[in-house]
């Protein structure tokens, strides 16, 4: 019977972790606080941010909301991030993606300072995580090692197949596998012969954005299968990129959507404020 990863579990358990450490830097009189950004009302992002306010809260850290007009010009954006660079008592800047059409994301990650870059998406963050050097790791890849780690899963030696190249999930994925001494293979839409090279997996890790996509004839018997999408489906219910009904008799673990890789996203972010404080 394949092992349920609980990530709501260990999220919570990192969660309670971190509490402690903010609790001692606030004896300490120090205050930790995160700047959220929002631009526009879009539905799905208002869940994110306030998903991340109620951490914020739960942690003991301020988070300061700064929610702008859909209309607000990207060199007010800059100037805001910036305004927010040199503040002292602030230590965690995100802005909440996606922004409207109008306004060059690449360019507003790379105002944000990458000393208060706790979404791991600034290119000097990025470059130091390829060179081995200390860094903010983006949130959900840093999420999959602790859900490995924390489960007890061994990942040196292992086969990993990565299914997808994001900036934000693929690429850093494999680059914590490769620093976890795993043997890596990266797959994306050009990739040929996918179910071959994903039946090589030990560890499975599915970031392809398509709803119950990875069947069985993806998967080894045994291997790890760790499932990044998140969907509605035509009922409204939450699922992965993974069919994991069907998936499920064939792995040795897997983790739900939801409640696998989703809560440590919120969690490792909360880990980036604590160490930019640190
Ligand atoms: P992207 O759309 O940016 O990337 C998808 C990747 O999958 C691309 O590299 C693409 O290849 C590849 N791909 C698409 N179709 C195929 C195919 N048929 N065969 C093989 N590869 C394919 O998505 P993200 O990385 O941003 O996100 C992936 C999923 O994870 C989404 O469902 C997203 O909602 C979810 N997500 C969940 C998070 C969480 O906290 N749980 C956080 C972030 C994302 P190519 O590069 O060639 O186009």
Do not use: W
């Amino acid at each position: 019977m394949a092992q349920v990863i609980d990530g709501k579990a260990i999220s919570t358990q990192i969660k309670e972790e971190l509490k402690e450490k903010v609790a001692k830097l606030k004896a300490e009189g120090k205050e930790i606080s995160l700047a959220v950004i929002q631009v526009g009302r879009d539905p799905a992002s208002s869940v994110y941010v306030n998903n991340k306010k109620k951490a914020c809260e739960f942690i003991g850290i301020r988070s300061l909301a700064y929610e702008l007009e859909e209309t607000v010009s990207e060199k007010e954006l800059v100037e805001l991030i910036q305004q927010l660079n040199e503040k002292e008592d602030v230590h965690g800047i995100l802005v909440q993606l996606p922004l409207p059409k109008h306004i060059e994301e690449d360019k507003i990650i790379k105002t944000i300072s990458p000393a208060k870059d706790v979404d791991g998406f600034h290119p000097q963050s990025v470059g130091a995580l390829c060179i081995g050097q200390k860094g903010f790791v983006s949130c959900t890849p840093a999420g999959i090692i602790q859900l490995l780690k924390r489960s007890g899963i061994e990942i040196a030696g292992k086969e990993c197949v990565i299914i997808g190249r994001s900036n934000i999930v693929g690429k850093p994925m494999g680059i914590l596998m490769l620093r976890e001494n795993a043997t890596v293979t990266i797959a994306h839409s050009k990739t040929q012969n996918l179910k071959e090279v994903c039946k090589r997996a030990d560890i499975l890790i599915v970031a392809v954005g398509k709803p119950k996509m990875i069947t069985s004839e993806y998967v080894k018997e045994g291997a790890v299968v760790i499932d990044v999408g998140i969907h509605r489906n035509e009922n409204n219910k939450l699922c992965g990129d993974v069919d994991y009904e069907e998936v499920f008799p064939h792995c040795s673990a897997i983790t739900p959507v939801p409640g696998g890789v989703g809560p440590m996203t919120i969690a490792m972010l909360m880990n980036n404020c604590v160490e930019s404080a640190q």
